[in-house]
């Protein structure tokens, strides 16, 4: 199964684009370097679970393995009450791109900030800083 391109968001002064999909485990966002078409990823950040969690990080490896390269479940540790949203649609995702910030919004609430300068994502569906990002606080 291919990922799914949710949404998508270009900035042609700054040469770049963000990038919404979700496969079958979970959502993230791309900031990607669109000059001269190189089209290569900066950073990312988590924006949330389908449902699909693991509980250690053994289990990381087999799930990229097995499914081809896509970004791993989110970990149990790192779940929290925005975690998970089972029937996200397109419709849903809004970007909202002001300077050097890049904001998702799910159903009208801010689940990732970017920040472009620093190349830091802050997502709230995580509970506490590692490999999916930075909480995002309120």
């Known amino acids: 199964m291919d990922e799914a391109l949710l949404q ?52 990381i490896e087999a799930y990229i393995n097995h499914d081809q390269g896509y970004a791993p479940p989110l970990l149990s540790e790192y779940k929290n009450e925005y975690s998970i949203i089972n029937d996200l649609i397109e419709n849903d995702i809004k970007i909202d791109w002001k300077d050097n910030i890049v904001r998702i919004l799910i159903k009208g609430i801010e689940y990732l900030k970017m920040d472009l300068d620093t190349k830091m994502s802050y997502a709230k569906g995580i509970s506490k800083s590692g490999a999916y990002g930075i909480p995002l606080k309120e």
């Open 8 to 59: 998508s968001e270009y900035n042609y002064e700054m040469n770049k684009c963000v990038l919404v999909q979700g496969d079958i485990h979970s959502v993230w966002a791309y900031v990607i370097d669109i000059t001269d078409n190189r089209d290569e990823i900066e950073f990312d950040g988590f924006i949330c679970s389908r449902g699909t969690l693991i509980d250690n990080s053994n289990e």
